[in-house]
């Protein structure tokens, strides 16, 4: 297993748990004790988790509900898992679609495969992420045309565009899909930090035939103050391998389809 694929276990483990042993995480990776301890030394130093004697706890900018990193912070958790979740979404367009991309880093990593695969035009993106619109601004010639309609609105921290003037613009629109970014999820459903950006979220539901949600697996059980939408409105969810099992229970209890590296 590499650095960064212990490091964003360890994250995920401490963000599921709130905190959690030095001697467990040993088992749990099958790596030394001094592998660990480095392990968290790096990522206490990157503001993911807070070191304590014996292991480490969830650091506040991920234990408040309230609490909303930004989008180069987001960028670097778990980059892997995201790639691979793109790689999925990706299949599920087809040419001659109009879906919508919501704010997002995994989302914006679904941008940047569309920006260069002119296999899947023409194409009609509706988002609301100023990275994703970015990005295929710049995308290379296709077959056919990629046109790109950005909300407006008010930016988040992750540079999103939420409230009054971004739910009005998509209530004029209907797409055959949406591609969704969350914060957080469990049982009780999707959710977000941010109570503008959770309408919005809404909005781009209620302008979707079908709707997949993009949640690589250190999503599970993170809470966010404002609830988005239930577990059954979302019609697929598509994670990583590393996704608990009380998540994939849920999920089908909710009638989602779940789609995994392991399960294409």
């Not at 959690?20 to 995480?25: H, P």
């Not at 209530?171 to 977000?192: E, I, K, Y």
């Not at 250190?218 to 590393?242: N, Y």
């Not at 089908?252 to 399960?263: D, F, N, P, S």
Request: proline share 5%; with cysteine.
């Amino acid at each position: 297993m590499l650095a960064s694929q212990r490091q964003d276990r360890i994250v995920a483990e401490v963000r599921g748990r709130g905190a959690v042993r030095v001697a467990d995480l040993v088992e749990l990776l099958d790596v030394s004790e001094m592998t660990v301890r480095r392990d968290i030394t790096e990522l206490d130093r990157a503001g993911l988790v807070r070191r304590v004697h014996g292991g480490a706890v969830a650091p506040d900018t991920l234990a408040r509900p309230t609490d909303e990193p930004g989008f180069e912070a987001k960028s670097a958790w778990a980059t892997a898992e995201k790639e691979s979740i793109a790689a999925l979404a990706a299949q599920e367009i087809t040419p001659g679609q109009a879906v919508a991309l919501s704010a997002g880093t995994t989302t914006h990593l679904l941008a940047q495969r569309i920006a260069a695969d002119p296999e899947l035009r023409p194409l009609t993106v509706v988002t609301n992420s100023l990275p994703v619109a970015e990005t295929l601004h710049r995308a290379a010639p296709g077959t056919g045309p990629l046109d790109v309609i950005l909300t407006g609105g008010s930016r988040t921290p992750s540079d999103g565009l939420v409230g009054p003037v971004a739910d009005a613009a998509l209530a004029t629109l209907r797409v055959d899909r949406l591609f969704l970014g969350v914060h957080g999820l469990d049982a009780s459903g999707l959710m977000t930090p941010n109570l503008a950006e959770a309408a919005t979220d809404r909005a781009l539901l209620h302008a979707a035939a079908a709707t997949t949600v993009l949640a690589d697996h250190t999503k599970w059980g993170v809470v966010g103050l404002a609830h988005i939408a239930a577990l059954d409105a979302v019609d697929t969810v598509i994670s990583d391998d590393a996704l608990p099992t009380e998540a994939r229970t849920a999920l089908a209890e909710a009638g989602c389809v779940l789609r995994t590296k392991e399960h294409q």
